[in-house]
């Protein structure tokens, strides 16, 4: 994701649970937690050009 924008914001979420269901799905799995981080960039970078 790009922006702060709340449809990013949200499928970030949607991103982190879709992961976390599917391997608590599975039972030859083993869920032990999640480790994500949500890293904040501006696009382009203000010195694009430089």
């Excluded at 879709?18 to 010195?47: K, L």
Aim: one cysteine or more; proline letters at 4%; aromatic letters at 16%.
């Amino acid at each position: 994701m790009s922006t702060d924008l709340e449809e990013q914001q949200s499928s970030y979420q949607t991103q982190i649970d879709y992961c976390t269901n599917y391997i608590q799905s599975r039972a030859d799995w083993e869920f032990v937690g999640m480790y994500a981080i949500q890293v904040h960039r501006r696009y382009p970078p203000h010195n694009w050009n430089q």
